[in-house]
């Protein structure tokens, strides 16, 4: 069973900041991608941003300007850092990876392995 473990959601203010980590402590991946989407109550999932093994990223364009993706091959570990949060941002975040693949894709179907999800709160 691969297991992505996420951590640093939390309750914040708008305008502040917070990163997101994901780790697959115990899996080997092959040319893969690393991706975050969140759902919001009501809503169904959403890309955010993902990061190809060669380092291309990709993010929605509510958050291009105001997050980060980046990630560290060898530790299996990939950051989002989330600056200037605001109200709507407000989902629970869910780290993704889709196994054997170059390029980014947008899909949430496209994705083999989940974390279980943790939530980002933006009060105003």
């Known amino acids: 069973q691969v297991r992505l473990v996420e951590s640093g959601g939390g309750l914040v203010q708008a305008g502040d900041s917070l990163t997101l980590s994901c780790v697959a402590p115990d899996q080997t991946f092959t040319r893969y991608v690393m991706g975050w989407f969140r759902q919001a109550p009501g809503k169904e999932r959403e890309f955010v941003a993902a990061?190809?093994?060669?380092?291309?990223?990709a993010y929605a364009d509510s958050v291009e300007d105001r997050f980060s993706i980046s990630r560290h091959n060898t530790k299996h570990t990939a950051w989002l850092q989330m600056n200037s949060l605001k109200p709507e941002d407000t989902a629970v975040y869910y780290c993704?990876?889709?196994?054997?693949?170059?390029?980014?894709?947008?899909?949430?179907?496209?994705?083999?392995?989940w974390g279980q999800g943790t939530q980002v709160t933006v009060s105003s």
């Open positions: 990061i190809s093994g060669s380092g291309n990223t």
């Open positions: 993704a990876v889709e196994n054997y693949a170059a390029r980014i894709s947008y899909s949430v179907g496209r994705y083999d392995y």
